[in-house]
């Protein structure tokens, strides 16, 4: 038998070992689990923040090794980012290369003929009949000297020049002026204007050639320079006012309004404010019409029936009727004929680019 415990000193009957006086049963077992949660309560965010602190370790564990293997290049993803962008050069280096590629043959296409003719016109006549086709076998000025005295190339040079020059002027002014109408003067009838003047692009000229003969006749402008500069003017003017009205569209109201604040009138908002602005247009605008004008042949053939003012294109078709034979001879007429267009596009084509550019680009 157990023998019961002994009872220490001040504590009443009833009272367990560990009960302080005073106290009930039910007190100390309330007191007991008071303390067990208490303690429990403390407990918990230890396990918590030692939880937390053990997933952090293990995420900088792996994001560590993650970073280790990506810079020593293994594992399948890597490789993939890694050869993304070498095949996406190795493509843009085949596309630009296959594109310099087709440029150039181009332009071989296009300038084999021109180099021919200016080997023919400069060989000698023995060399152009036993080789034809041979490049720059030869030097002479023979055959330039017959085109150019013989073949009457210094009189068509000059009216070239006399029927190009002041059309194109013309054709300058004109356009410029109505492209700036079109654009920015708010006239009734505006629009329907400008699409009887885009109309004249949708005529073809030979739907009213044959009228326009009997025009100038009865007006008395058949076979003189001023009828053909004014054939070439009004034929040219309607894709001029087009494309100058371009131009003037794009260029930003606030610069007009701060013209009319000062007190600019309307001639010189135009001339002072938007005409330096559409410079590259105006340049691109005259190569274009100049070379037009310059390589027309039926305008010249039909109203100047005389042949006292014969340009280059007409007297290059008249030389040619009469010396099939003459390879020499006929090439460097041509080469004449082309001179002086090739020698204004060579020194106008920055003018050209930028007109060009800068009436596609809106804002």
Known sequence: MSTPPAATPGMTPGMTPG???GTTPGQTSATSAMSATSTAASAAPSATATTEGALLLASGSAGGSARALGASGGGPGSRAEGSSPNRTSRRARTTRLSRHALLLVLSLLWLAPVVLIVSTALKTDRDVTVNPFGLFTTFSLGNLQAA?????FDGYLLNSILLSV????????LSTCAGYAFARLPFPGRGLAFALVVMGLLVPFFTYMIPLYFQLRSMGLLDTLVGVDLVLTLGSVPFGAFFMRAFFTDLPTELEHAARVDGCSEWQIF???MLPLV????AALGVFTFLQTWNNFLVPLLYLPGGSYRPLTTGLFQFVSGRQLDIGPLAAATLITII???VVFLVMQRQVAEGFISGSVKG
Do not use: D, E, H, N
Request: without cysteine.
């Open 279 to 282: 410079r590259p247009g105006i």
């Open 19 to 21: 009960m302080t006086p």
């Open 166 to 173: 002041p059309s194109t002027a013309l054709v300058l002014v």
């Open 148 to 152: 150019w005295v013989g073949g009457g």
């Open 340 to 342: 002086p267009v090739v």
């Open 271 to 273: 001339t002072k404010v």
